[in-house]
């Protein structure tokens, strides 16, 4: 079965990204990537693409928000483009699918809430396909805390969008929202082309939960693969033939960024995980 290839979400370094691009992704390059995952990429797409191409990277995979009015984040609100204005931009980075982030989770808690997230992407992908791209949604903790005759939200929301909708599942917010990883990997099958390659100790409670106390990203306990609860072997080899991109990702880096993401990368190629 074919490997997926390894990638880094541009998150984690976002200040650093943000400060120097081209340095930034230079860093990476010399680590050993290729690919990357554009993040905020929609009000720059030349830039971000100038960029790429001086440092022989690409980026296959991109986050923005298309179910959201504005895109909540736990450090900070974006405001949403509309779907035709996220499309161009990704087609001249040369991103293939468009991967909303986050939907908040109050929309999460009801079926007709559920089903008015993927009644959105459903009509999204018709958009996305007249220029040429696909579109995915990818999970935080919120998506597993109600359920329905039997169904976590999350269940529901993959059931009733289109087969074309790709799924990216972040392995550390699923741990975080209570599921088994590896067993959520093999119930997604085909239909999951991207994971999140992230480590660390959940948080004891679901964070985003209607009672929880607010939370920022400087909260999260985030380790190097191997160092905290996620099962990421075990996932990575639940998904094989299925997942195409191993997205190294840290909402809060331990310690200094790129020597972070030097040793996600390590773990991916000495594991064997990844081609």
């Known amino acids: 079965m074919s490997l997926p290839v390894a990638s880094v979400q541009l998150y984690t370094l976002a200040k650093e990204f943000t400060a120097d691009p081209s340095g930034s992704l230079d860093k990476l390059a010399a680590i050993g990537l290729k690919n990357v995952e554009a993040f905020d990429f929609v009000r720059r797409p030349a830039e971000i693409?100038?960029?790429?191409?001086?440092?022989?990277?690409?980026?296959?995979?991109?986050?923005?928000?298309?179910?959201?009015?504005e895109l909540w984040t736990p450090d900070g609100s974006i405001p949403t483009?509309?779907?035709?204005?996220?499309?161009?931009?990704?087609?001249e980075i040369g991103i293939t699918t468009v991967i909303d982030p986050f939907v908040a989770a109050?929309?999460?808690?009801?079926?007709?809430?559920?089903?008015?997230?993927?009644?959105?992407?459903?009509?999204?992908?018709?958009?996305a396909a007249t220029f040429g791209l696909t579109v995915g949604y990818h999970?935080?903790?919120?998506?597993?805390?109600?359920?329905?005759?039997?169904?976590t939200a999350y269940e529901r929301f993959v059931a009733t969008t289109d087969e074309r909708v790709a799924i990216e599942l972040d392995l550390f917010w699923a741990l975080t929202g209570g599921q088994d990883a590896t067993e959520l990997v093999t119930k997604l099958g085909s239909r999951l082309i991207a994971v999140h390659v992230k480590d660390g100790i959940?948080?004891?409670?679901?964070?985003?939960?209607?009672?929880?106390?607010?939370?920022?990203?400087?909260?999260?306990?985030?380790?190097?693969p191997?160092?905290?609860?996620?099962?990421?072997?075990?996932?990575?080899?639940?998904?094989?033939?299925?997942?195409e991109y191993a997205v190294i990702e840290y909402d809060n880096s331990p310690g200094d960024v790129f020597t972070d993401i030097?040793?996600?990368?390590?773990?991916?190629?000495?594991?064997?995980?990844?081609?």
């Not at 191997?226 to 997942?243: H, M, N, R, S, T």
């Open 139 to 151: 999970n935080h903790a919120q998506e597993f805390l109600a359920s329905f005759d039997g169904q």
């Open 49 to 69: 693409r100038a960029a790429l191409d001086a440092s022989g990277l690409a980026s296959p995979t991109g986050h923005a928000p298309l179910l959201s009015d």
């Open 226 to 243: 191997g160092d905290g609860q996620v099962p990421l072997a075990a996932a990575l080899k639940a998904g094989e033939g299925a997942i």
């Open 106 to 127: 109050d929309r999460w808690l009801t079926e007709d809430g559920v089903a008015d997230i993927a009644d959105r992407l459903n009509r999204a992908a018709d958009v």
């Open 202 to 224: 959940a948080p004891a409670s679901n964070p985003f939960a209607p009672d929880a106390p607010a939370f920022g990203s400087e909260t999260l306990d985030q380790r190097h």
């Open 81 to 91: 483009p509309a779907p035709e204005v996220v499309f161009a931009a990704a087609a």
């Open 262 to 275: 030097q040793a996600s990368y390590d773990f991916l190629v000495k594991g064997g995980f990844v081609a």
